[in-house]
């Protein structure tokens, strides 16, 4: 979870809405000064064939486009936490200097890592963090393994199984990070701090999900507003291991290619009212299921969720969701309640395909050489 009023998120989705939308989303363009007088030459080309590697560059420069891992990381990645409620000087997280002592330590090595190389530091929880785990682990494991939408249960199952989570360790990003790879082609990616917008949802189209390594404070480990290691390992990682779901979030990422501002917002009100925060519904029975990461991670958040106290509304039109009013500090005073996870998977697939269709490029990811490969250019400015 992130509250701010900055536009950043870490594990999480961030945005604020600046136009309302009708019922068809345009599709906005990111559109950079031109970088130099080379680009020039492009206007006029015809889009018959495939761009040269020279051509996808100076496109993908143009129009704000990460082409590589190198290009990713000079994205505006890093933003302020202003607004968030680190800022309250009597937050006894901030008060407890220790803590913020070893979580700048753990951002720092965190920082060290090298995407490229794919160099994902190991981490040695001291007791206080592995007692922040364990004081936790047994509710959100029960709960995690019963509660989720069932494709999102059965994975959290075999991943606590192979991966031998148990409460007495704190599980390591590393071994995360190669369980998601060879089950289905995604790596984590440990973080200092909290990123742009852009950057975390431009990390989905590399098939990266960004993730903290730090451990949430002890006053706050039934409840945390900010993201931390159970949040990304508990909320968002078995998620990734059902496949129709890293699928669409990967088309999300692509979505996400030369978009402005405009449309990474109403992008991550969806993601946030669906895979961040929101619950879907039982197919064919009453009542609802986890799926938001952060009903998952946080025992207080989801018993909230679930126990009738809190208004639970409909999702309803995707254009229609605006993150000005999302909440974000505390307890969600509402949620959003999907369809069932298989419709709701086919309806934000139709939506992000529409997205990409007003595309004036047609691009996609090489596992193989782990780059953005543009197949063809639509239109030329
Ligand atoms: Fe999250």
């Known amino acids: 979870m992130i509250r701010t009023n900055a536009r950043f998120v870490n594990s999480c989705f961030l945005g604020l809405p600046q136009q309302q939308y009708g019922s068809k989303l345009n599709y906005h363009l990111n559109k950079e000064p031109a970088p130099n007088q080379a680009f020039e030459y492009l206007k006029g080309e015809t889009s018959h064939k495939q761009p040269t590697f020279q051509e996808q560059q100076l496109f993908a420069r143009r129009f704000g486009i990460p082409l590589t891992l190198d290009d990713l990381v000079k994205v505006n990645e890093t933003a302020g936490i202003e607004g968030g409620e680190l800022e309250n000087s009597e937050n006894p997280v901030i008060l407890d200097k220790e803590y913020m002592r070893r979580r700048s330590e753990l951002l720092e090595i965190s920082a060290t890592q090298d995407m490229g190389k794919d160099y994902i530091p190991l981490i ?149 009212y669906t895979f961040e925060m929101g619950l879907c519904r039982k197919e064919n029975s009453e009542g ?62 139709e939506w992000f395909d529409d997205i990409i269709e007003k595309q004036p490029f047609e691009a996609h990811f090489c596992d193989l050489q782990r780059r953005i490969i543009i197949t063809k250019i639509k239109q030329y400015w």
């Open 124 to 272: 040695e929880y001291n007791r206080e963090e592995v007692n922040v785990w364990g004081s936790v682990f047994k509710d959100v494991v029960d709960q995690c393994s019963i509660l989720g939408a069932q494709e999102i249960n059965q994975q959290f199952v075999s991943m606590k199984k192979e991966l031998r989570i148990v409460d007495s360790k704190v599980v390591q990003i590393r071994d995360l990070s190669n369980y998601l790879r060879q089950q289905g082609g995604w790596r984590m990616r440990p973080v200092s701090g909290f990123l742009t917008l852009k950057s975390f949802l431009l990390h989905l189209a590399f098939k990266m999900y960004p993730a903290t390594q730090y451990m949430r404070h002890q006053t706050g480990a039934q409840y945390n507003f900010e993201p931390d290691i159970l949040h990304d390992v508990f909320g968002h990682a078995s998620s990734l291991l059902v496949p129709e779901i890293a699928a669409l979030h990967h088309k999300c990422g692509l979505a996400t290619l030369g978009a402005n501002d405009e449309l990474l917002e109403q992008i991550s009100a969806v993601m946030w």
């Open 288 to 349: 609802f299921e986890l799926l938001g990461g952060s009903l998952f991670s946080s025992v207080k958040e989801r018993i909230q969720a679930l126990n009738g106290s809190v208004h639970v509304k409909p999702l309803g039109d995707l254009n229609q969701l605006k993150y000005s009013e999302i909440q974000y500090s505390g307890l969600q005073k509402e949620y959003r309640a999907s369809p069932p996870l298989k419709e709701l998977l086919a309806i934000m697939n």
